[in-house]
């Protein structure tokens, strides 16, 4: 897994609710990224971290927020005024010139 | 502003070799990438190539960089089906790492 771990693989949202998307990683790298992947799509950012306590809006923010209160760990939450949240999330980590992306988590609407 | 450019379909026989191309629009970029995904996965890094370099290889990978025409592609030696995915460009512009994606080229391979 390149050292990240996404959890849950599938999320439902309901309507009105937010939901929060894990993102866990284990060598000790300071950036780490959400991007979301529509159908078709490229990757579009969504926020990105450099260091504990800090972060920044990508290209497409409105609707989700973030927290880095743990290096090893930057959630991300999509909120009720993100009104199409359906989309593949993944998550990524930055060291040298790599980045390693998770696995992802499905998200869709009930 | 930036952005990165590849065809959206190729489709090769099993044993020929692939060649995937993209094209970006952004001289200050100091890596560009190639990613894989299969159905449902993430993306997996593949191989990427420092700006200030022509070529790269690594097994049946082959990365050409035209800095000039800004102009990178992929080459993957003797196809297989399992190499069938999707597969992206991407470039990376600062030390800040965030990265900038081509929509992708779905590769299919044909036995």
């Known amino acids: 897994d390149g050292g990240i771990t996404q959890s849950p693989k599938y999320l439902f949202r309901k309507e009105g609710q937010n939901v929060t998307l894990s993102c866990e990683q284990n060598l000790n790298h300071d950036a780490m990224y959400w991007y979301r992947q529509d159908p078709g799509q490229g990757l579009r950012l969504i926020y990105y971290s450099q260091i504990v306590n800090d972060f920044q809006k990508g290209d497409i923010a409105e609707g989700y927020s973030v927290s880095r209160e743990k290096k090893e760990s930057f959630p991300l939450t999509v909120t009720s005024a993100q009104k199409n949240p359906t989309a593949f999330y993944l998550c990524?980590?930055?060291?040298?010139?790599?980045?390693?992306f998770g696995d992802g988590t499905r998200l869709s609407i009930l | 502003g930036e952005d990165v450019e590849q065809s959206l379909f190729l489709s090769v026989r099993e044993g020929d070799s692939s060649v995937i191309n993209c094209t970006y629009t952004?001289?200050?970029?100091?890596?560009l990438y190639w990613y894989k995904q299969e159905p449902g996965a993430g993306l997996q890094l593949l191989t990427y190539?420092?700006?200030?370099?022509d070529m790269k290889q690594d097994q049946r990978l082959t990365v050409l960089l035209n800095k000039k025409d800004k102009h990178l592609s992929l080459r993957i030696a003797d196809t297989q089906t399992g190499d069938s995915a999707i597969y992206f460009c991407a470039e990376s512009t600062g030390s800040q790492g965030n990265l900038i994606f081509g929509k992708g080229t779905k590769l299919s391979v044909k036995p």
């Open positions: 190539i420092f700006s200030n370099m």
């Open positions: 952004d001289s200050s970029s100091t890596y």
């Open positions: 990524a980590q930055h060291g040298g010139p790599i980045t390693n």
